[in-house]
């Protein structure tokens, strides 16, 4: 899998977007990228996954740049709720029989 | 959606005895289910992976003769930590694929138990 960066804490006040990066520079061309979160004492939520287009879904949106070797993901409106660690997964489709590895990801605290 | 679902929430248990811990698929077949190990302020670390009606899979460091696993259906998986120390406390997290929800790589993750051993 290859390795991504991401930074370890953002703010954003509630109610506006919350834009968390991921760098994944090593990326190859069949690995997807995923993000999941983890709110506190709970155990990881998927979010949303990619190749290459944009993706969009009900809890966010996920913008992949043209080289792929960064991606975005948009919380549109953020509310309270949405404080948690975002991980930013970059993975083959078929990932074999193998679990996902998570990184240190992004501690996303939304201010009131 | 899918929903696993996790048992015991939380369990204080003595050094020395065995905490065993459920990991059900309430709505969807798991022939592979993962464990993962949380502790404070640190990201999840795979432990193993469970396989139903074969033997579990561990990651390197993981002792498997402390942490048993059992996949005997394709809704269940328990792990069971053996004579658990103070430095087996931690918080344990169980996942499984329903790949009808979009792939491999989409996991759905239990609540998480949190295991205090005194």
């Known amino acids: 899998d290859a390795k991504t960066t991401q930074p370890p804490s953002m703010d954003c006040a509630e109610g506006r977007a919350a834009n968390l990066p991921c760098n994944h520079s090593?990326?190859?061309?069949?690995?997807?990228v995923y993000w999941y979160r983890q709110i506190h004492s709970q155990g990881p939520q998927y979010i949303i996954h990619?190749?290459?287009n944009n993706e969009t879904n009900e809890m966010a949106s996920l913008i992949i740049t043209e080289d792929r070797k960064s991606s975005t993901l948009i919380l549109p409106h953020a509310t309270l709720r949405d404080t948690a660690v975002y991980y930013c997964?970059?993975?083959?489709?078929?990932?074999?029989?193998?679990?996902?590895?998570f990184g240190k990801g992004t501690h996303l605290i939304i201010q009131p | 959606g899918a929903v696993v679902s996790q048992h015991p929430s939380w369990v204080i248990c003595k050094s020395g005895t065995s905490v065993k811990i459920e990991c059900r698929s309430l709505d969807f077949q798991a022939t592979t289910m993962f464990w993962y190990r949380q502790f404070p302020k640190q990201s999840l670390m795979l432990m193993a992976t469970s396989n139903e009606g074969s033997k579990a899979t561990y990651e390197q460091g993981v002792e498997k003769d402390k942490f048993l696993i059992n996949h005997a259906s394709l809704t269940l998986s328990t792990l069971t930590v053996t004579s658990a120390h103070p430095e087996d406390s931690s918080f344990y997290i169980c996942s499984a694929r329903d790949r009808g929800l979009g792939g491999a790589n989409v996991l759905t993750f239990g609540a998480g138990s949190r295991l205090t051993v005194l």
């Open positions: 997964i970059v993975r083959v489709e078929g990932g074999g029989a193998d679990g996902l590895t």
């Open positions: 090593t990326i190859s061309g069949n690995e997807y």
């Open positions: 990619g190749l290459k």
